[in-house]
């Protein structure tokens, strides 16, 4: 088993839908969690971080944590086509940052 | 914003030659990682570092190597290019402290002819 698993997708959704983008987790322990989007042929870029139970939001962008579950998820309400890229899902395994470990990633793509 | 710097951005270069990938940081970061990520495919870390004089071997085998001799510098050198070395290559940072996420500079695309 991955330490980190998201669905590879891709993953369609209509222009202005939600989005929800799904993340599990191997660790208990693990503390720290992060959203990277990453267009083609560019480099990640940090968008969520998340670090206590419950939902984040920052503008269209919310992230969901639920610990007991191991899981994470990214929503994108209003759905642009400058949208679609590939989503990483990271987790710091430990809570000395010595384990970092980004999911395989899931392609979006928001169709106009 | 981060301040992570690659350079060359683009390199062709012949099999044979010995290659070095460039990656500073100005944000003062003591650890420091080299992954490899292939068109669509997933990323892949081959090196990473805590500070000055600390490398550590990633979890894909690379035949690549690295130094740490500045915590603001961590370059990347494969000895002899091979075709099977092309790829992209990320170069990212964090803080030591607990919880941080990582910044990426912009990549350095090799191909080996």
């Known amino acids: 088993q991955k330490e980190v698993e998201q669905n590879s997708g891709p993953l369609s959704v209509p222009e202005g839908a939600i989005a929800s983008l799904n993340c599990t987790y191997s660790?208990?322990?693990?503390?720290?969690f992060f959203w990277y989007r990453q267009y083609s042929g560019k480099s990640p870029e940090l968008i969520m971080s998340?670090?206590?139970?419950g939902d984040k939001e920052d503008g269209r962008f919310t992230a969901q944590l639920n610990k007991a579950s191991q899981y994470v998820s990214l929503l994108i309400r209003d759905s642009q086509p400058s949208d679609s890229a590939t989503y990483l899902c990271a987790v710091n395994l430990d809570n000395y940052g010595q384990n970092f470990v980004f999911g395989p990633g899931t392609r979006l793509s928001v169709l106009p | 914003e981060a301040d992570i710097y690659q350079t060359p951005r683009y390199l062709v270069i012949g099999t044979g030659k010995k290659i070095t990938l460039e990656c500073s940081q100005t944000?003062?970061?003591?650890?420091m990682y080299w992954y490899q990520q292939d068109p669509g495919m997933e990323l892949h870390l081959i090196h990473y570092s805590y500070g000055v004089n600390s490398t550590e071997k990633g979890d894909l085998s690379s035949e690549s190597t690295v130094s740490r001799i500045r915590t603001e510098h961590f370059p990347l050198t494969l000895e002899s290019a091979r075709p099977s070395h092309t790829s992209q290559y990320l170069c990212?940072?964090?803080?030591?402290?607990?919880?941080?996420?990582?910044?990426f500079g912009d990549g350095t695309r090799l191909s080996i002819l």
């Open positions: 998340i670090y206590s139970n």
């Open positions: 990212a940072s964090s803080d030591l402290s607990s919880g941080q996420p990582q910044h």
């Open positions: 660790d208990r322990g693990s503390q720290s």
């Open positions: 944000m003062g970061h003591d650890k």
